[in-house]
């Protein structure tokens, strides 16, 4: 079984920035228990910097770690390959018993400096930044404050500066 779960209906806490597709949840019976199995997702583009995360109703969000991320340039997807083993990695129930349960998806979490939440920082960021630095714009300190001294100043436009032009952030 696959259905699609909206990350609406899930608590904030921990949740990733984005998660483009939503969760798939699957639920595969009929194994014998213990058994490891793999299931493949193919998502249309190339990510980077992609992370496969699960939503446990005891543990929260949490990264998951046996996925494989593959881009298919020939076809213009990326395959998630994920290795489940039942009672143990990737199955929620925790239950040795023939069944995993699965509530997933790819997670991708915004870089610090990109204020206009486009997955890139460029000038329009530092030009964002530059606006919550003076008083035109209302201050976000989780996008703005790159250095997290609380405040976004001077300092803050030039870092954002030198993350658009790709240069270190000291």
């Known amino acids: 079984m696959l259905k699609s779960i909206s990350p609406d209906t899930l608590p ?3 949740k990733p920035d984005s998660l483009p597709f939503g969760l798939f949840a699957t639920r595969i019976e009929n194994l014998q228990p213990g058994q490891t199995v793999t299931l493949n997702f193919y998502l249309p583009g190339d990510y980077e910097n992609e992370t496969w995360y699960k939503y446990d109703p ?3 969000w949490y990264k998951f770690e046996n996925v494989n991320f593959t881009y298919d340039s020939v076809n213009g997807y990326t395959e998630a390959s994920l290795i489940l083993k039942d009672g143990e990695t990737g199955d ?3 239950v040795v018993n023939g069944i995993i349960i699965d509530p997933g998806g790819v997670g991708l979490f915004y870089q610090k400096g990109d204020i206009n939440r486009d997955w890139r920082i460029d000038i329009s960021d530092v030009i ?4 919550m630095c003076i ?3 209302p201050v976000d300190l989780l996008k ?3 250095n997290s001294d609380g405040t976004v ?3 803050d436009v030039i870092l954002t500066l030198r993350l658009a ?3 270190p952030v000291k």
Do not use: F, H, N
């Open 12 to 14: 904030d806490a921990g």
């Open 92 to 94: 929620i129930d925790g």
């Open 165 to 167: 032009i790709g240069l």
């Open 153 to 155: 100043d001077i300092s």
């Open 144 to 146: 703005a404050d790159i």
């Open 58 to 60: 005891v543990k929260g």
């Open 128 to 131: 964002l930044c530059l606006r």
């Open 135 to 137: 008083g035109i714009d």
